[in-house]
């Protein structure tokens, strides 16, 4: 069975610019949740969706926002990059079926704000 | 509310010595209990889980139990190698919230 991906794994851009980053979860995950790391603030929860719905979101501002479709594929939107918005960003897929469990993680895109 | 606090790193090792890596959770109901590692320039992988009181997961030779009475699920190894210098996350799960709680996570370095 395929792990989850990510694209693309690097990304470089400018303060004021916009990205969309891709996920596509373990075949047969509905549950998709997105995770910015960065070394002073570690891991952050920023949203979870099942079935093409946002279940939860964590602490972040409205220049951050997601979507799933059909097929269970996540898309991440940031627009008016901050230089604060380079990070590691983390995608992960469950089940989901029984709220949220165990989780597998993709390797991550590594975005640079320039 | 729901929260993980593990211990501080780095941890420095010598190969074969013990491993212990400390977390503490705080949780409302009745969390699943998780640890990951994750290797330089990866994503996470799941080491072991717990889901419920006394449960004890193990695998690569880490093992961990789910302490309810001091809500802990501390990761311990017998014998370390240079091949688990990695970085450490605990972590819970809510099912009534949808969500995962991280801790900060712990880099430990073992040195040949």
């Known amino acids: 069975k395929a792990g989850v991906t990510q694209t693309p794994r690097y990304l470089i851009k400018t303060r004021g610019q916009q990205v969309t980053l891709s996920c596509s979860p373990i075949?047969?995950?509905?549950?998709v949740s997105w995770y910015q790391q960065t070394p002073g603030q570690g891991l952050q929860f920023l949203f979870e969706?099942?079935?093409?719905?946002?279940?939860n979101k964590g602490n972040f501002p409205g220049r951050f926002s997601g979507r799933q479709f059909s097929n269970s594929r996540s898309e991440m939107n940031v627009s008016t990059l901050e230089l604060g918005d380079s990070a590691l960003y983390l995608c992960?897929?469950?089940?989901?079926?029984?709220?949220?469990?165990?989780?597998?993680f993709g390797p991550g895109t590594r975005l640079t704000v320039l | 509310g729901n929260s993980v606090t593990q211990m501080e790193g780095p941890v420095t090792l010598s190969e074969e010595a013990f491993l212990t890596i400390n977390c503490t959770y705080t949780?409302?109901?009745?969390?699943?209990l998780f640890w990951y590692v994750q290797y330089p320039g990866e994503g996470l992988q799941l080491l072991l889980k717990?889901?419920?009181?006394?449960d004890k997961g193990s695998n690569k030779g880490f093992e961990a139990t789910y302490r309810k009475e001091t809500t802990s699920f501390h990761l311990e190894k017998g014998s370390v190698q240079v091949s688990d210098s990695a970085v450490y996350f605990c972590?819970?799960?809510?099912?009534?919230?949808?969500?995962?709680?991280f801790g900060s996570g712990t880099k430990l370095n073992v040195k040949p």
């Open positions: 992960a897929s469950g089940t989901g079926t029984s709220g949220i469990d165990e989780q597998f």
């Open positions: 075949s047969g995950h509905r549950s």
């Open positions: 969706y099942f079935s093409e719905t946002q279940r």
């Open positions: 949780a409302t109901g009745y969390p699943s």
């Open positions: 717990a889901t419920k009181a006394d």
């Open positions: 972590a819970l799960s809510d099912r009534n919230f949808n969500k995962f709680y």
